[in-house]
Nanobody, 119 residues
Framework: VQLQASGGGLVQAGGSLRLSCVASGNICQINSMGWYRQAPGKQRELVATIVSDASTNYGDSVKGRFFISRDSDKNTVFLQMNSLKPDDTGVYFC??????????????WGQGTQVTVSS
C-alpha cells in the first residue's frame, strides 16, 4: 500500500491550497483517512480526519478554515485549506487506516508534502 500526497507549495498568508492524497495497492477496505502536519522543531499534530461514514474531526487551530473530504471510489482524500497563516507552515502527511486483502487493519503514512505560508 502506498499513499501519494500532492498539492503542497508556497502561498501568501490569506491564500488557499488544496491537498490530495491517493491510496493505492492491495486494498480491501479503507476506514479513516486524514492529515497530520509537522512544523520544524514541533511535534506532529492532527489537522483533520474523515471516517468511512463521513464524520470528520479537526484540530483546533484549523477549525473553520480547513475542510476535509473524501472520494471513497477513488481511495482519495482532499484537504481544502483556506485563510492560510504562517503558522500553518509545515510538512503535511497523509494517513489512512487500511485493511489489505489477507491481512490485518494497519495505519499507513504518506511521504509528506511541504506547505509554506509567507507573511
Amino acid at each position: 500500500v502506498q499513499l501519494q500526497a500532492s498539492g503542497g507549495g508556497l502561498v501568501q498568508a490569506g491564500g488557499s491550497l488544496r491537498l490530495s492524497c491517493v491510496a493505492s495497492g492491495n486494498i480491501c477496505q479503507i476506514n479513516s483517512m486524514g492529515w497530520y502536519r509537522q512544523a520544524p522543531g514541533k511535534q506532529r499534530e492532527l489537522v483533520a480526519t474523515i471516517v468511512s461514514d463521513a464524520s470528520t474531526n479537526y484540530g483546533d487551530s484549523v477549525k473553520g478554515r480547513f475542510f476535509i473530504s473524501r472520494d471513497s471510489d477513488k481511495n482519495t482524500v482532499f484537504l481544502q485549506m483556506n485563510s492560510l497563516k504562517p503558522d500553518d507552515t509545515g510538512v503535511y502527511f497523509c494517513t489512512a487506516y487500511i485493511l489489505q486483502y489477507f491481512s490485518a487493519w494497519k495505519d499507513y503514512w504518506g511521504q509528506g508534502t511541504q506547505v509554506t505560508v509567507s507573511s
